[in-house]
């Protein structure tokens, strides 16, 4: 909004003017020359010619909005222009430019993307409330309520007021408003985009500041949202700022590839053409750049970069039908990369993202070249996402260009609700803030299908407690357990586009969440719906006498870990966290009995993972969790490498001198009468206490048992297989091995 300019920008090449000063990449499929601030600045102070006139300074506007509304009424615009010139007149940018040149700078990138005429309107207002006497009222009576809203929307929330909570407030605000309204993140994001290209007279921390918030926030939004124009110019000025190094490279990168003779992307294209006339299939074959930051990864990813990999080609076609034509062609008549392709049309991504993907690979020198195919439709919605969409509120008649075709309805996309459930239970701003973040770098949904027939969208990484909250909310603490595509699975197991998620619930009103669950919640809803209950039982938080302790299960009170029976138990989809034991001899008594493990930190409780159940001598390795708990597992564990994979250090912990244990073991059997009580009581008389067991369904007259015992000594695990094994019936007895990830 108001953030303070820097030197105007100017089309052309990168160059930064000075260290820590910050110019725009070279503008990239741009119709029109970018707007020239010192000429508005002089219109904007001349003012209009006469009173019905349109004043001259916002002329690219009203060309850029008739390119794709050309029956607009402009009238609005122009008394929309006059308020916002008066009431910022004499307000200066530290560029030196009148104040009113920024709002019509926003504006203009808003029109230029296809924005509707209420956007504008608002666009060229937004921040008359915020910076002069202008008050909402007043904006309401002369252009309505929609206009009021969105300036609304986009108003920051006074320091004074908030203090330091002043910044998250108001994006906690700018959300909801958008949740209602998505045109509202569209003039944020044009506005944020303005404040980048002119940023360069700011000081230095307070352009990191800047950036930093433009990297974790708005690109993300602008990512969701659909609005790639946007997202890759803020990505590669962020990128200007925060790592110059790379961005110096990058750009010598892509002015030595400038310098070649020859362009392999070229020639692909002028080959694709031919093929596609022999065909008879009209369409536009472009060569379409990437952007410094793009550029910047493939070359991370792929080390020395070929003249193909500066670039893509863009096939545009009028119908959806031509774009799996175009695709035939080329892959009958060039070298097509199988691997690359992907269907986003058939299945759009969630910010509405449709286009084919494929890959040829060039005869002679074998350098891949990326092809994106999509319509000429598709494309405005790739480039503008939303913004491109017009008003989504209005019927359909109003505001729609000739050619839009049908509209999708973005008011509530899945991830933004989700957002703004999770929202209104944050305690704090700075929780809200922090949690924003982590929220915003999932970028990737997925789509989980209920019994019923139902969906739940879901980040990618989610697991089955994330599908427990998103389906349940609050009641989801009462959840003991899953079945994923009819399988038994532990909570902690992380979910798959497509999966079938059936989550158990217990029937105890009293039933609780474990704080292990905070370790697999990877959802901000789940976590704060877990945290707010630990905060609001800080007693139940910590593990109770006689309880069945396993930091997993919902309904964990004392006596429902003791139970046998045939029906499934929360055991068998728990969360990968097992009983709390000593760290030294000294337990407290009435503790569940447990092997002594040592740890090499301070003032920590120890859980046994559930998902492995080490026991001694079994090699072992610990991770700590939150809430000053160190998990053991065994060094096997699937859960082990997920962990070092990303980056948790390990813990050294080993065995003590006592051994009790808790183990879980796995009987396959044949169906035969009264098999489960021999076997139970084959178990009892090896002195193993059941803590819980789960017997699954028969399939083909075979049945699989799950069993957790507590045993006093881990010496008498072997006798106790033994004996299991002797049981009339039973053919198999194993220890439960480490969960491969994922399953």
């Known amino acids: 909004m108001n953030a ?3 030197k105007p920008a100017s089309p052309g090449p990168v160059t930064p003017a000075a260290p820590g000063a910050v110019t725009p990449p070279a503008p990239r499929r741009k119709t029109r020359s970018r707007l020239d601030l010192r000429r508005l600045g002089r219109a904007a102070l001349l003012g209009p010619a006469a009173r019905h006139k349109l004043p001259d300074a916002i002329g690219h506007v009203v060309e850029a909005h008739r390119a794709h509304y050309p029956d607009a009424d402009l009238d609005i615009l122009r008394r929309a222009y006059l308020l916002a010139e008066s009431s910022h007149r004499g307000q200066m940018r530290k560029s030196g430019e009148p104040y009113i040149t920024h709002p019509l700078a926003v504006t203009l990138i808003l029109a230029e993307l ?7 309107t608002a666009s060229l207002l937004h921040d008359t409330v915020e910076d002069t006497d202008v008050t909402l009222e007043q904006v309401r009576e002369q252009f309505g309520e929609e206009v009021r809203y969105l300036v609304d929307g986009v108003t920051k929330l006074e320091k004074v007021d908030y203090g330091a909570a002043a910044e998250p407030e108001t994006f906690r605000k700018m959300l909801v408003a958008t949740g209602n309204d998505v045109r509202v993140m569209s003039i944020k994001l ?8 002119t940023l360069g007279v700011m000081r230095r921390e307070k352009q990191e500041r800047i950036a930093k918030v433009t990297r974790d926030v708005l690109i993300p939004l602008a990512e969701r949202l659909g ?26 990168l892509i002015d030595g590839n400038a310098a070649r003779a020859d362009d392999p992307l070229t020639g692909t294209a002028d080959e694709v053409r031919a093929v596609l006339r022999e065909a008879d299939i009209p369409a536009e074959v472009l060569i379409r750049p990437r952007h410094f930051v793009s550029v910047h990864r493939v070359a991370r990813k792929r080390g020395a970069l070929g003249g193909a990999d500066f670039g893509r080609l863009l096939v545009l076609v009028n119908e959806d039908a031509d774009c799996y034509a175009v695709l035939g062609e080329l892959h009958t008549c060039m070298t097509p990369v199988v691997s690359e392709f992907k269907d986003f049309i058939a299945v759009p991504k969630f910010n509405l993202y449709q286009s084919l993907h494929t890959a040829v690979a060039r005869k002679g020198d074998g350098q891949v070249v990326e092809v994106l195919i999509r319509t000429h439709q598709m494309h405005k919605v790739a480039e503008a996402g939303v913004v491109a969409l017009g008003n989504p509120y209005a019927t359909p008649a109003e505001e729609q260009s000739p050619g839009d075709g049908e509209r999708i309805d973005p008011t509530r996309p899945g991830w933004l609700s989700r957002l703004l459930d999770w929202q ?12 924003l973040r982590e929220d915003l770098a999932q970028d ?17 990484g989610a697991t089955c407690v994330d599908a427990a909250y998103a389906q349940y909310g609050d009641d989801a603490h009462a959840c003991i357990g899953a079945r994923v595509n009819g399988r038994l699975a532990t909570l902690s197991t992380v979910l798959k586009d497509g999966d079938t998620v059936q989550l158990l619930m217990g029937q105890d009103p009293a039933s609780e969440p474990s704080r292990e669950w905070l370790e697999h919640a990877h959802t901000p809803a789940a976590r704060i719906a877990i945290q707010r209950w630990l905060a609001a039982h800080p007693a139940d938080a910590a593990p109770a006498a006689g309880t069945d302790e396993d930091g997993a299960g919902g309904g964990g009170r004392p006596e429902a870990g003791r139970r046998t029976g045939t029906g499934p138990r929360a055991d068998a989809g728990r969360a990968d966290a097992g009983p709390l034991v000593r760290r030294t001899a000294g337990a407290p008594a009435g503790r569940p009995a447990g092997p002594d493990v040592l740890v090499d930190l301070p003032d920590v409780t120890v859980r046994l993972a559930r998902c492995c159940t080490p026991v001694p001598p079994d090699e072992v390795t610990g991770f700590a969790v939150r809430g000053g708990v160190v998990t053991v597992h065994r060094a096997e564990c699937a859960v082990v490498a997920r962990m070092k994979s990303g980056g948790r ?10 051994t009790e244990c808790r183990v879980t073991l796995l009987a396959e059997s044949f169906v035969r009468p009264h098999l489960l009580a021999d076997l139970t009581e084959a178990m009892a008389l090896e002195g193993a206490e ?54």
Not at 233 to 248: G, H, I, K, S
Not at 708 to 736: C, E, F, I
């Open 114 to 120: 296809g924005a509707e005429t209420t956007t504008l």
């Open 190 to 197: 044009a506005d944020r985009l303005h404040n980048m290209r």
């Open 227 to 252: 609005v790639q124009a946007l997202k890759t110019e803020l990505e590669d000025l962020v990128f200007a700022v925060l790592c110059p190094e790379d961005y110096a490279h990058t750009r010598k």
């Open 4 to 6: 303070e300019a820097a």
């Open 649 to 658: 250090p390990e813990v050294g912990v080993r065995w003590g001198d006592t």
């Open 444 to 460: 990737r949904e997925i789509t989980v299908f209920r019994p019923d027939g139902g969906t739940l969208g879901l980040p990618e």
């Open 424 to 435: 209104r239970a944050a305690p704090d701003p700075d929780t809200f803030w922090s949690t």
């Open 690 to 743: 059941i803590v819980s067991a789960t017997v699954e369904p028969p399939d083909r007259q075979r049945v699989r048992h799950t069993y957790t015992v507590q045993l006093p000594d881990a010496a008498h695990l072997p006798a106790l297989m033994r004996a299991m094994r002797n049981v009339a019936g039973v053919y198999d007895v194993s220890r439960a091995q480490p969960m491969p990830s994922g399953v």
